[in-house]
């Protein structure tokens, strides 16, 4: 089955998925960690993206991000990607690809979804026993949404500020719906809709998309078309 094209949209939210090659490790120290947040601002900046949300995992990572241009998600994760490598392949005496292939991403419909993936993002960490609770983990926007530091090369959406009138009750309510946790069938779709490519949104979210993209944007119905009376 061929590969669908990669999905980016001006204006709208994206979910990025990138995997080390085989499953292996891609971040194995504080300083490489911290590289790649560092390489991530950069090049944020440098290609008009605003980044929301993250997650680094030892073997990969999850973004949440807004481009100005089409084509600016596809240059800053050519530019972090091509960096980074250099520095990991130096840094341990290898040579070739650390990334399993392309990276993944999607589009989400944000009043439906995004607060929900950022959760997905700040659980992540627990659902792999890295750490007993969210905010324990350095390694994702979590500390930042909940109050515990601050990151101030993260652009908070506009879902976040719908959270309260002042930056405590945001925070409070932020940790909240963290706390009370992602159902199972959100962290499907989540998954899958950034592992196909589907967009996920309802069904007019998706329509409307549909106007301004050739590709297919959800998965078909499985079974044979129905045939024309």
Known sequence: MARLPRLSLAGHVHHLLQRGNNRQPIFTSTSEHNAMLELLAQEARRHRVALHAYVLMPNHFHILATPE????????????????????NQAHGRSGTLWEGRYRSTLLQPELHLLACMAYFDLNPVRAELVPAPGEYPWSSHQHYAGLRHDGWLVPPPAYWALGNTPFAREAAYAEMVHAGVTAPQQEALTQSVLGGWVLGDAAYVAQLQQAVPRRLSRARPGRPTKAV
């Open 69 to 88: 241009e089409v084509d600016g998600l596809s240059r800053m994760m050519q530019a972090v990607g091509r960096a980074y490598v250099r520095a990991f």
